[in-house]
């Protein structure tokens, strides 16, 4: 099924505040969704688990659907999965706009990330804390997103992890050198304070889980986020 195409294109010049869904009330998913867009949230960042590739099961395309189905908002879907390429066609039927799948998982990561755009969605490129920003050299110029994990994927809550900043630099680096336009998001620990941090290092996509869904004033938190 066509998906249509992201409606407010945001470039990686833009600030893009995407709350996880993996910090939300689960009983109340439509609800936690519409809470975050009314806080100010640019995109709903999607942690799907398979208790496999990640030490933990969260949820599938059914979740995305009905989130999707319930609330118009950018669905930034994060595969933290073995086989991203044989779920794939669910998770773009289930109404993705930009699906991003783990260099390190068992796929053909060229294919996939082709078969992700072919669809009319946005691809992410996502790597963990100890891959090397070289094994996503390849495929740089095949990706409108890199997420750099600022923790060990499979919980929220865990502390962010500094020495992934010099990777972000690195990234930034390449997409200078070679004019690309990708962009960078971080995902693990982040909060004003550590948003700023990766923000000068080059990241522009910031995923807060805990400190948006966890905070007294999720609209306070949301707005710390875009202003560090
Ligand atoms: C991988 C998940 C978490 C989550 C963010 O474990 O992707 O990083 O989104 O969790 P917080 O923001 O609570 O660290
Ligand atoms: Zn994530």
Request: charged residues 20%; aromatic residues 6%; glycine residues 8%.
């Amino acid at each position: 099924m066509f998906h249509p195409l992201p409606v407010i294109p945001k470039t990686f010049k833009d600030r893009v505040i995407a709350p996880s869904l993996l910090a939300a009330d689960f009983s109340r998913i439509g609800e936690e969704t519409t809470r975050a867009i009314n806080a100010g949230a640019d995109w709903m960042h999607m942690d799907v688990m398979d208790g496999h590739f990640v030490e933990n099961i969260s949820f599938g395309p059914a979740v995305i659907q009905a989130v999707h189905e319930t609330n118009d908002v950018f669905l930034d879907v994060h595969l933290m999965i073995s086989r991203p390429d044989h779920y794939l066609a669910r998770f773009i039927s289930a109404g993705s706009d930009l699906i991003t799948v783990h260099v390190e998982a068992d796929h053909d990561v060229k294919e996939t990330l082709g078969r992700i755009r072919e669809a009319g969605c946005l691809a992410g490129l996502a790597l963990n804390p100890a891959t090397p920003i070289e094994a996503v050299e390849p495929y740089l110029d095949q990706i409108d997103l890199l997420l750099c994990m600022t923790v060990v994927p499979g919980f929220g809550g865990q502390a962010f992890m500094p020495e992934v900043l010099e990777k972000i630099k690195a990234a930034a680096a390449f997409r200078e050198a070679r004019g690309l336009e990708f962009h960078i998001e971080v995902d693990g620990g982040i909060d004003a304070k550590t948003a700023a941090l990766c923000a000068a290092a080059g990241a522009n996509v910031m995923v807060a889980g805990s400190s948006t869904f966890g905070a007294a004033d999720m609209k306070e938190a949301v707005r710390a986020i875009r202003e560090a």
